[in-house]
């Protein structure tokens, strides 16, 4: 967690920067301080891929399987992580 906008959000790197992260704001997103302690808490700065095994392993109904599989088009990620920025300023 870093640059710490005020005391309830503060910016979670989508691709943690111990991972090549950058700090482009198409990686960062402001979120809740307590969502983003929990989100680090259960799933540290692992990849997507061990996060996702983690939830099926640990978390999820054994009656259903998530999965996680890489966009094709990382332009569409970058899009979709703006649209979600301009909601949560609402
Ligand atoms: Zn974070």
Redesign the pocket.
Same mark, same amino acid.
């Given at each position: 967690?870093r640059k710490q906008r005020n005391r309830d959000h503060?910016? /979670? /790197?989508r691709c943690?920067k111990s991972r090549n992260g950058s700090n482009d704001s198409y990686n960062l997103i402001d979120?809740p301080v307590t969502k *983003?302690r929990a989100? *680090?808490t259960l799933f540290e700065?692992n990849t997507a891929i061990f996060i996702c095994r983690l939830i099926n392993d640990v978390w999820l109904d054994t009656s259903y399987k998530f999965v996680c599989v890489p966009k094709e088009d990382h332009a569409e990620a970058t899009v979709y992580a703006r649209t979600l920025r301009k909601k949560r300023r609402k």
């Amino acid at each position: 967690m870093r640059k710490q906008r005020n005391r309830d959000h503060s910016f /979670h /790197h989508r691709c943690p920067k111990s991972r090549n992260g950058s700090n482009d704001s198409y990686n960062l997103i402001d979120v809740p301080v307590t969502k *983003h302690r929990a989100w *680090h808490t259960l799933f540290e700065n692992n990849t997507a891929i061990f996060i996702c095994r983690l939830i099926n392993d640990v978390w999820l109904d054994t009656s259903y399987k998530f999965v996680c599989v890489p966009k094709e088009d990382h332009a569409e990620a970058t899009v979709y992580a703006r649209t979600l920025r301009k909601k949560r300023r609402k």
